[in-house]
T-cell receptor, first 116, second 109 residues
Framework: GAGVSQSPRYKVAKRGQDVALRCDPI?????LFWYQQALGQGPEFLTY????????KSGLPSDRFFAERPEGSVSTLKIQRTQQEDSAVYLC??????????????FGPGTRLTVL | GQNIDQPTEMTATEGAIVQINCTYQ??????LFWYQQHAGEAPTFLSY??LDGLEEKGRFSSFLSRSKGYSYLLLKELQMKDSASYLC??????????WGAGTKLIIKP
């Protein structure tokens, strides 16, 4: 399909386990965003890439969270030593333009992470 | 700090009109977005306002007043499929989207 895809859709992890969440943005989209969404809340910004450059990671809650987009397309969000408070839906969004140009973001279906 | 306020939940009747309000206080303003999010699904884009006034798109309209830090989303001829959460988000001076918590809209027959 032509939309943003994320995998896995659901992930259950034991506390202390490392997880990796994948995002495939729309082909040609310059910007890629990661958000964390708790139940009944709006998305909270985690980090932003323009092509392969991570321009803003101010929203990452701790140094256990790491994101990369090495070739400017697919991105991976890694969470090390997961904690129960990491349980949330992780949304990825992509946008055609780079920073400084308001443009709608297209969201993937999200990965629902549950940490036991 | 940055703040986006919208009602937590609203109820309306099928076929009626509903207005969902959003007020914001952000560091800078580069536009306001409305997104629709069905339960368990991704947010989908509805509208973008950067100038004052009303933007109409089919059954949905969005209004912005920058001086008041206020926007509303107007939904007409409500259908059952409009039951969803409606998220207001402001693009701040860093071109980062600041999101409200969303308004859960319940449509009753």
């Amino acid at each position: 399909g032509a939309g943003v895809s994320q995998s896995p859709r659901y992930k259950v992890a034991k506390r202390g386990q490392d997880v990796a969440l994948r995002c495939d943005p729309i082909s040609g989209h310059v910007s890629l965003f990661w958000y964390q969404q708790a139940l009944g809340q709006g998305p909270e910004f985690l980090t932003y890439f323009q092509n392969e450059a991570q321009l803003d990671k101010s929203g990452l809650p701790s140094d256990r969270f790491f994101a990369e987009r090495p070739e400017g397309s697919v991105s991976t969000l890694k969470i090390q030593r997961t904690q129960q408070e990491d349980s949330a839906v992780y949304l990825c969004a992509s946008s055609l333009k780079g920073t400084g140009v308001p443009h709608e973001q297209f969201f993937g279906p999200g990965t629902r992470l549950t940490v036991l | 700090g940055q703040n986006i306020d919208q009602p937590t939940e609203m109820t309306a009747t099928e076929g009626a009109i509903v207005q969902i309000n959003c007020t914001y206080q952000t560091s800078g303003f580069n536009g306001l977005f409305w997104y629709q999010q069905h339960a368990g699904e991704a947010p989908t884009f509805l509208s973008y306002n950067v100038l004052d006034g009303l933007e109409e798109k089919g059954r949905f309209s969005s209004f912005l007043s920058r001086s008041k830090g206020y926007s509303y989303l107007l939904l007409k001829e409500l259908q059952m499929k409009d039951s969803a959460s409606y998220l207001c988000a402001v693009l701040d001076s860093n071109y980062q989207l600041i999101w409200g918590a969303g308004t859960k809209l319940i449509i009753k027959p």
